[in-house]
């Protein structure tokens, strides 16, 4: 017989962001033709880069996890499409 959870569960913790994220980084120049050239937070350089990529429809039709590169993108990439998870790691390499 199951027995039933008690309700004595610890109220949530606020979630403080991560100091880490919200440095401003300044985006290489290939980057920056996408982005804008000013120092922003990584969790605001995925943000602009996914309204280009919704902008410009460069979702893939069949497979919405892949992104194709346009000439911008491509400089940034490195490559003709890549996955939306693989595409913060190669930000990485584009700021500092």
Excluded: C
Aim: glycine fraction near 4%; charge should be positive; avoid cysteine.
């Amino acid at each position: 017989m199951a027995t039933a959870k008690t309700a004595t569960a610890a109220p949530a913790k606020k979630r403080t962001p991560n100091a880490a994220f919200m440095k401003p980084l300044t985006p290489s120049p290939a980057l920056a033709a996408v982005v804008g050239a000013t120092p922003l937070p990584r969790t605001e350089i995925i943000s602009k880069l996914w309204v280009y990529i919704k902008a410009h429809k460069l979702q893939d039709a069949a497979n919405k996890r892949m992104i194709n590169a346009d000439a911008k993108l491509k400089e940034v990439f490195g490559k003709p499409q890549v996955s939306m998870f693989e595409m913060a790691g190669l930000i990485g390499k584009h700021v500092k």
